[in-house]
Nanobody, 119 residues
Framework: QVRMEESGGGLVQAGDSLRLSCAASQRTFSSYLMGWFRQAPGKERELVAAIRWNSGTTYYADSVKERFTISRDNAKVTVYLQMNSLKPEDTAVYFC????????????WGQGTQVTVSS
């Protein structure tokens, strides 16, 4: 069973930055796709950013392009989401998840961390 644990959320003001971390219990994610999702109250969960562990290829939702950066640390088996120029509409619970390839389904999830951006 793979365990994922997010950290780094909090309350910030618009324009501030936060870095979320996701530490995983598995020793390697070489054949995985790692994603950051978010869910705001009353809205569906959406994929914010993703990274293929092996190649480092990234994907970003249009709403966060040029503001958010996803990265991973092989030694620490940790995925990061650097969030800059935060907006009130970025307020949500943020989840990290892992999907084994080639299946591609996100089977492993963290418990989530709250990010609140005040105007």
């Amino acid at each position: 069973q793979v365990r994922m644990e997010e950290s780094g959320g909090g309350l910030v003001q618009a324009g501030d930055s936060l870095r979320l971390s996701c530490a995983a219990s598995q020793r390697t994610f070489s054949s995985y796709l790692m994603g950051w999702f978010r869910q705001a109250p009353g809205k569906e969960r959406e994929l914010v950013a993703a990274i293929r562990w092996n190649s480092g290829t990234t994907y970003y939702a249009d709403s966060v392009k040029e503001r958010f950066t996803i990265s991973r640390d092989n030694a620490k088996v940790t995925v990061y989401l650097q969030m800059n120029s935060l907006k009130p509409e970025d307020t949500a619970v943020y989840f990290c998840a892992a999907a084994s390839l080639p299946k591609g389904a996100y089977d492993y999830w963290g418990q989530g961390t709250q990010v609140t951006v005040s105007s």
